[in-house]
């Protein structure tokens, strides 16, 4: 199964989900603020990718938060992903035993053959 993780009003989610169905592919789409995200998930996505993939350090989010929140390890930015999703770098698309951040068509195309 295929899941899309993101955020209904971010651009490159909305054109991932148009890929994925203009191509016939079956997915589920979670999203963040709606469903919330649990840290197994962060855990996931973090051990595969490592935290500079997953963090989005170019967000207003990220840069809205006071310095003492940005300057912890790494198990505090996982737990910071988890309070704040929108830090995660979108989307974030689950397929079988891969993880992949963003959206790049090339990519998506490679991955699912069509």
Known sequence: MTTVYGISNCDT???TRKWLEANGIAFSFHDFRKD???AASI???CDALGIDTV???RGTTWRQLPEAERNVDEAGL???LVERPTLIKRPVLEHADT???GFKE???AALFGV
């Open 43 to 45: 855990d996931r996505w």
């Open 13 to 15: 989610v909305r054109k």
């Open 99 to 101: 993880i992949r951040v």
């Open 78 to 80: 996982r737990a910071l």
């Open 106 to 108: 090339a990519d998506y």
């Open 36 to 38: 919330g995200l649990d």
């Open 55 to 57: 963090l989005n350090k």
